[in-house]
């Protein structure tokens, strides 16, 4: 067997920025090649970041990535780091390709490049195009018909054998994970860029088993992590043995590098593969896949790896970095092991949030955000969610009582303030509310939806002015059920740049707000939520005694058709058949049927749903179809 030691840099790229991500992939194969890492797999597209959409579809930057694959290639090797073989993503085109309607302009790739001694030694792109869900990229790329193999020195005299495959191509049956078998590749390392849903942890790792199996050999899955608009991704980067057994498992939304020994089959002889046309081979798909083949010179001789330390599964020690500040700047605390801790699963939920709306802050250029904050669960958790992604010395939060706000609801929203340092004001509307009532003349109502909406959008006005003054982003606090069904008022409370609790069920929001109190509890913080905003009935308090069970039913009973009727597409029948009751049926879905145009002009918030509201669930607004109920 070859020893072969593999970094995996799970690390946080932004979508554009060239010069960056180019920093980032330099910065984590210096810490690499400080662990004598002897190849390091960066996630897809790390260089362009994911997704980049439209920017697929633009000549000039699809060549700025070209043309920054080869200035990293040359720098890495200028800085003694061109013997360590760098797998990266980043945006390629076809040259070959005439063209013509239904082509993607240019014929973009979505690339994957191998980096070694100062040159792109070898390229590929995404077999299979995934064209569901929150992808479109059939509408961005071509696919690509290769699978690279490249021979890679690990000791005197011996040599492995490395395939490389991307993201989507593990996901569909065959494709390069059968042909790598047919290659007789010992190793297949797959760069991702995996958006978080809930649960998917899961389902990833036993895909990585299942696929490692079939391909013959250890596979390397190493996934990016950070928010881009309405996408999280988590990291959890793997890697497996050829039989499916799991060696290593990164850390979940945080930057890491993950570093192993791999016992591997070495490659057969000790001739040196040329590069050639390749081998066509039938890639099980209804597709060929052309095998290509090159070897990687040994630079700098073969770092010290251990060659003692073998397990009596065939596996060699194996190790991982863990550093939670940036790979440019000081080293944090180090945490030494193949696993990382696993979060629970409202663990898993309330990270994706806070790192969406970090990275939506961080990576948009603000420094700050402001948002209502009225005592309800909704703001609180929203508010909590902000300090816990970018400081409370940065969320501002203005109480904005009206003369139906209950004095609970103020004190609620001044304990959340001082138990979390947050900077608040308080600019009490009615006067404000008044002036506009009495400027739209005798007519216009004191009561009723009108006059309930004039106080939703004083606020919203209040709110854009502050954020305005202060160069803040604007955070609404509305959460699934109540876009779901339109319990929300356009220009009011929808007005802001982005909702981090969009794709959170009232449910959820409860069971979010329980898990953060009893984390800061489990630690001996004091808790950020007024246990009264978690236990009092919800309300918009927009009228006398209002709450939210005079316009909806009971959140437990209404997030349960909800989940059935928007994430899994039950038609009407469908949700009667499980037990929804007939009457409730008609109505939820008449309410988020109704509700869609006010949906299209809500802003982004993190997806965490199988289905979010936005780029996974789009209904026309424009719509003659009604579900009809049986009977």
């Known amino acids: 067997m070859a020893t072969l030691r593999i970094a995996l840099a799970q690390v946080n790229a932004t979508v554009g920025d060239l010069a960056g991500n180019a920093e980032l992939i330099v910065a984590w194969t210096r810490r690499a090649a400080r662990r004598q890492a002897r190849i390091v797999l960066f996630p897809e597209m790390?260089?362009?970041?994911?997704?980049?959409?439209?920017?697929?579809?633009?000549?000039?930057?699809?060549?700025?990535?070209?043309?920054?694959?080869?200035?990293?290639?040359?720098?890495?090797?200028?800085?003694?780091?061109?013997?360590?073989?760098?797998?990266?993503?980043?945006?390629?085109?076809?040259?070959?390709?005439?063209?013509?309607?239904?082509?993607?302009?240019?014929?973009?790739?979505?690339?994957?490049?191998?980096?070694?001694?100062?040159?792109?030694?070898i390229t590929s792109a995404k077999h299979h195009l995934p064209n569901y869900g929150v992808f479109d990229e059939a509408r961005y790329f071509v696919p690509g018909n290769t699978l690279p193999v490249f021979r890679l020195p690990v000791a005197e005299g011996e040599a492995v054998d490395v395939a490389v495959a991307i993201c989507e191509d593990l996901w569909q049956d065959g494709g390069p994970v059968a042909v790598t078998r047919h290659a007789g590749a010992s190793l297949l390392v797959v760069p991702n860029a995996s958006p978080y849903e809930r649960g998917k942890d899961d389902v990833r790792l036993e895909l990585c088993a299942r696929r490692a199996r079939e391909a013959g050999a250890a596979l390397a899955y190493c996934n990016l992590i950070g928010g881009q608009d309405e996408l999280v991704f988590d990291g959890d980067s793997i890697l497996v043995s050829a039989a499916g057994e799991l060696l290593a498992r990164g850390p979940q939304f945080e930057e890491a590098l993950i570093v192993a020994d791999l016992e591997l089959s070495p490659a057969p002889g000790l001739a040196v593969v040329s590069e050639s046309a390749g081998e066509a081979v039938d890639a099980g798909d209804g597709t060929v896949i052309t095998v290509q083949r090159v070897t990687l010179p040994d630079l700098s001789g073969v770092p010290g790896v251990p060659g003692d330390e073998r397990t009596a599964t065939g596996a060699a020690e194996v190790t991982a970095e863990r550093t939670v500040t940036s790979p440019a700047g000081p080293a944090g605390d180090e945490e030494h092991g193949p696993f990382w801790p696993r979060l629970d699963d409202v663990g898993e939920v309330y990270s994706a949030l806070v790192l969406g709306t970090r990275d939506y802050v961080r990576k948009n250029g603000f420094r700050s955000v402001v948002l209502a904050l009225s005592g309800g669960i909704d703001s609180a958790l929203t508010a909590t969610i902000a300090a816990d992604a970018i400081g409370p010395e940065n969320v501002h939060v203005i109480l904005m009582p009206s003369d139906w706000s209950s004095d609970h609801s103020v004190s609620d929203a001044e304990d959340l303030v001082k138990r979390q340092g947050l900077r608040a004001q308080t600019v009490p509307i009615q006067p404000i509310v008044d002036a506009f009532r009495a400027g739209l003349g005798p007519g216009f109502p004191a009561a009723g939806l009108p006059a309930e909406n004039l106080q939703s959008r004083v606020r919203g006005v209040i709110n854009m002015a502050v954020s305005n003054n202060g160069g803040h982003l604007v955070l609404t606090t509305g959460n699934k059920s109540e876009l779901a069904c339109g319990y929300s008022t356009l220009y009011g409370d929808s007005a802001g740049g982005y909702g981090p609790i969009k794709d959170v069920l009232k449910t959820l929001v409860w069971e979010l707000s329980r898990w953060r109190n009893a984390e800061a509890e489990r630690t001996g913080a004091t808790p950020p939520i007024p246990s009264n905003s978690i236990t009092k009935p919800p309300s918009a308090e927009l009228a006398p005694g209002q709450l939210d069970t005079d316009s909806l039913p009971p959140y437990e009973i209404l997030d349960a058709l909800l989940d059935d009727y928007v994430e899994k597409d039950m038609g009407s029948a469908e949700l009667i058949a499980v037990g929804h009751d007939p009457d409730l049926v008609a109505r939820v879905i008449r309410l988020v049927d109704l509700a869609e145009y006010k949906r299209r002009q809500y802003p982004p918030g993190p997806k965490i749903t199988v289905k979010n509201f936005g780029r996974d669930r789009r209904l026309p607004i424009t719509n003659g179809w009604r579900e009809t109920i049986p009977g």
């Open 46 to 121: 790390a260089l362009t970041g994911y997704p980049v959409e439209d920017l697929a579809l633009r000549a000039s930057f699809v060549e700025a990535s070209i043309a920054a694959l080869r200035e990293v290639a040359e720098r890495l090797h200028a800085e003694g780091l061109g013997h360590i073989a760098v797998v990266t993503g980043y945006l390629d085109r076809r040259t070959d390709l005439v063209a013509r309607t239904g082509l993607p302009a240019g014929a973009p790739l979505d690339a994957a490049a191998v980096l070694h001694g100062g040159r792109v030694v």
